[in-house]
Nanobody
């Protein structure tokens, strides 16, 4: 069983930045693609970014964000810049067993509990 733990969320003013982290419990972390998703109140969960097993390829739905990973630390990051009030959501990291970059929730096998990001105007 893989456990994922997000951190780094909080309250930030519009235009500010946050860096989210997601620590994975599995020793095989470096084998798996990772993704970030978010869910705002009353909305569907949506894809934000994904990264392949070695960090060599990434895929984004949002150009203001940067996904990265440190396989030595079993951690994936999401750097969010120029934040807007519409970025307010719970942000989730997810791990995909088998397969490459994915943008659909069903492609991922394990999920964290989420971290709240609130952007004030």
């Amino acid at each position: 069983q893989v456990q994922l733990a997000e951190s780094g969320g909080g309250l930030v003013q519009a235009g500010g930045s946050l860096r989210l982290s997601c620590a994975a419990s599995t020793r095989s972390f470096s084998m798996y693609a990772m993704g970030w998703f978010r869910q705002a109140p009353g909305k569907e969960r949506e894809f934000v970014a994904a990264i392949n097993w070695d960090g060599g390829r990434t895929y984004y739905a949002e150009g203001r964000f940067t996904i990265s990973r440190d396989n030595a630390k079993n951690t994936v990051y999401l750097q969010m810049n120029s934040l807007k009030p519409e970025d307010t959501a719970v942000y989730y990291c997810a791990l995909r067993i088998g397969g490459d970059l994915g943008s659909r929730s069903y492609e991922y096998d394990y999920w964290g509990q989420g971290t709240q990001v609130t952007v004030s105007s």
